[in-house]
């Protein structure tokens, strides 16, 4: 059953008088645990389409449907349940709280569902372990590298262990060692808890660890091809 499905997508943005086509009647489906990303150039519509499907903008034309929901038709509260219970998105840039601590970045997520304080501790401990943060954990955003901003995004987008990852540009600011370290997290959280990854990436090494690479230009789908890994 497909997690995921977009139905003849167009996204306008208005632009002075007229309108900018960001994205131009896309068909795709994506299975429940793909490991997925968009590739192409800049400007070609991967965050876009990464923000409708995580009900953060709607379509102009046509559907998303998340969870065997339309983002469009979804109330403002549904939409924020959604995105609280069953997506963890990390932004091409961070959305870090300045006064929160890496600590409190990545609980924060979690603040929304019922949950032990016992419970919420564990969590956060143990996402903050996957990227390699634990000894960092009383550092405010502005104390830390952007690589290390980066890696508490990452943390905070997986500690719920969401149904869907949205991971817009997850290894812009990372070294080789952290970016295959955090894949390799992605990779193991995608096999043992079925979580569905969707990628933006322009990064070769983000492409090598893809089950499946959808290309896009001008807004359009250019191709879509399964990727044999090459790791
Ligand atoms: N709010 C907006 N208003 C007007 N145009 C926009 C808006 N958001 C995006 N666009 C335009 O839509 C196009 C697609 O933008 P998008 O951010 O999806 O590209 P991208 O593929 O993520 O690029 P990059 O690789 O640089 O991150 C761009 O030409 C951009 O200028
Ligand atoms: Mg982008």
Same mark, same amino acid.
């Given at each position: 059953?497909?997690?995921?499905?977009?139905?003849?997508?167009?996204?306008?943005?208005?632009?002075?008088?007229?309108?900018?086509?960001?994205?131009?009647?896309?068909?795709?489906?994506?299975?429940?645990? #793909?490991?997925?990303?968009?590739?192409?150039?800049?400007?070609?519509?991967?965050?876009?389409?990464?923000?409708?499907?995580?009900?953060?903008?709607?379509? $102009?034309?046509?559907?998303?449907? !998340?969870?065997?929901?339309?983002? $469009? #038709?979804?109330?403002?509260?549904? $939409?924020?349940?959604?995105?609280?219970?069953?997506?963890?998105?990390?932004?091409?840039?961070?959305?870090?709280?300045? !006064?929160?601590?890496?600590?409190?970045?990545?609980?924060?997520?979690?603040?929304?569902?019922?949950?032990?304080?016992?419970?919420?501790?564990?969590?956060?401990?143990?996402?903050? #372990?996957?990227?390699?943060?634990? &000894?960092?954990?009383?550092?405010?955003?502005?104390?830390?590298?952007?690589?290390?901003?980066?890696? !508490?995004?990452?943390?905070?987008?997986?500690?719920?262990?969401?149904?869907?990852?949205?991971? &817009? #540009?997850?290894?812009?600011?990372?070294?080789?060692?952290? $970016?295959?370290?955090?894949?390799?997290?992605?990779?193991?959280?995608?096999?043992?808890?079925?979580?569905?990854?969707?990628?933006?990436?322009?990064?070769?090494?983000?492409?090598?660890?893809?089950?499946?690479? !959808?290309?896009?230009?001008?807004?359009?789908?250019?191709?879509?091809?399964?990727?044999?890994?090459?790791?």
């Amino acid at each position: 059953m497909d997690i995921i499905k977009i139905e003849n997508l167009v996204k306008n943005f208005p632009v002075g008088k007229g309108f900018f086509t960001a994205l131009n009647d896309v068909n795709l489906n994506f299975g429940k645990g #793909e490991f997925a990303g968009f590739v192409g150039p800049s400007g070609s519509g991967k965050t876009t389409l990464l923000n409708i499907i995580g009900s953060l903008d709607t379509p $102009s034309e046509g559907r998303a449907i !998340v969870m065997d929901k339309s983002v $469009s #038709e979804l109330t403002h509260k549904q $939409s924020a349940k959604l995105r609280n219970e069953h997506i963890g998105f990390i932004f091409q840039t961070y959305n870090l709280l300045p !006064v929160y601590n890496v600590y409190e970045n990545v609980e924060f997520s979690l603040l929304l569902q019922k949950m032990s304080g016992s419970e919420r501790k564990k969590a956060v401990m143990q996402a903050l #372990e996957w990227v390699g943060l634990t &000894d960092k954990i009383k550092s405010k955003p502005n104390m830390l590298s952007g690589g290390e901003c980066q890696r !508490v995004a990452i943390a905070r987008s997986m500690v719920k262990k969401p149904q869907i990852v949205l991971a &817009d #540009e997850p290894t812009a600011n990372l070294d080789s060692k952290n $970016s295959h370290h955090i894949l390799q997290t992605m990779k193991k959280l995608n096999e043992e808890l079925n979580v569905t990854f969707l990628f933006a990436t322009h990064d070769e090494k983000v492409m090598k660890y893809l089950n499946r690479i !959808v290309t896009l230009e001008d807004g359009k789908v250019l191709s879509d091809k399964q990727n044999n890994l090459k790791l």
